[in-house]
């Protein structure tokens, strides 16, 4: 069974999007033929310090010549060109969503980014993408070549069918809490109907982005929304699975979102999903599943909200729409097949 490096930055147990990606790749890709060594790497990136990056080359130094390395695209994007021509090793690179590309940057960091990842994906053999949509981008915007690119979705997991309760409805939401993700728009929106009966439960970190932290906590108190919209921070997967399973609509605003592995998650347990019509989730959640909006319009947003919690069915139809197209979403088998294939390529 082949050998590769899985180089992550930070800590690889963080219950975020890419982490949890890269959690149930290492474990199911030994299945696949491919036996992964954890890599860890400074937490610094995107935006390393000089001691990191060092720190980053004498890791990578330490490994054995011509080494297979997989590298989250949170890290290989600020690579420096020099640092990947002086090592003798064969490059792999996960991206699930372009650094450039993140909400909220200023001009100057957006240009700075784009020409660093650009610089560094031409260093890679292989160029890995969660989605089609990322594909595209890469291809057009950081001019990644075809031949060495390949899509691998995420896989879902479910432990059934959420019951979706009759009596509060309850609406999730699973993201980090970071300006990209619009929790800010779905307070807005969320106020707008605060005459109707719903419960709003959100669960992922709250401490990546302090600041969007605050200002959002500060609009849910100046709507007089505390008791009814539940920050449960992060939460274990077993934890995650019973609000899943309990839950009556998936609901969230990305700005933008390079595959969206928690709407795919949602569409596994049934739940019908209300989000933004951006990036790769037209994709991701067919239309009977879902009622999509334009981005950053709070009123939109509210109106798609009234329109399920006030439906006659109560959004059973896209519910039953929702678990028909969730039980053909690859599994994480499948995820790893699909990196096997890729690696391959590297030692070929």
Not at 156 to 178: E, Y
Not at 258 to 274: C, D, K, N, S, T
Request: glycine content about 8%; some cysteine.
């Amino acid at each position: 069974m082949p050998n590769f490096w899985f180089a992550i930055p930070g800590d690889a147990k963080t219950l975020t999007g890419g982490y949890i990606y890269a959690q149930r790749l290492i474990k199911s890709l030994p299945s696949a033929g491919w036996y992964p060594h954890l890599l860890p790497l400074p937490g610094g990136f995107p935006n390393p310090t000089k001691e990191e990056l060092k720190h980053t080359q004498r890791t990578f130094e330490k490994l054995p010549e011509g080494a297979v390395v997989l590298v989250d695209g949170l890290a290989f994007g600020s690579l420096p060109q020099d640092m990947l021509n002086g090592l003798d090793l064969r490059f792999a690179v996960l991206v699930h969503h372009p650094l450039a590309l993140e909400s909220g940057l200023s001009k100057f960091e957006e240009s700075r980014l784009h020409a660093s990842e650009k610089a560094a994906l031409k260093m890679a053999c292989v160029v890995l993408t969660t989605g089609p949509s990322t594909a595209r981008t890469l291809i057009t915007r950081f001019g990644v070549d075809t031949q060495k690119l390949f899509v691998a979705p995420p896989g879902t997991h479910s432990a059934g069918r959420a019951q979706r309760r009759r009596d509060v409805p309850q609406l999730l939401t699973v993201a980090t809490l970071t300006y990209r993700k619009g929790h800010d728009v779905l307070v807005h929106a969320l106020a707008a109907i605060a005459d109707l009966q719903w419960e709003s439960v959100w669960t992922g970190s709250m401490t990546r982005e302090p600041k969007t932290t605050s200002m959002v906590r500060d609009m849910i108190k100046s709507y007089d929304l505390e008791d009814r919209i539940d920050l449960r921070g992060e939460v274990d997967s077993q934890a995650l699975q019973n609000i899943y399973l309990q839950s009556n609509a998936f609901v969230l605003p990305s700005r933008h979102e390079g595959y969206g592995m928690a709407f795919a998650e949602a569409m596994a347990y049934g739940l019908p999903v209300i989000g933004c019509a951006v990036g790769a989730v037209p994709e991701t959640v067919p239309g009977d599943a879902s009622l999509l909006v334009k981005p950053d319009d709070p009123k939109a947003l509210a109106i798609a909200l009234r329109q399920l919690l006030k439906s006659i069915d109560g959004g059973s139809a896209l519910a039953d729409a929702a678990w028909f197209h969730g039980q053909q979403l690859p599994r994480w088998s499948d995820t790893a097949k699909a990196v096997a294939k890729a690696l391959s390529v590297v030692i070929q």
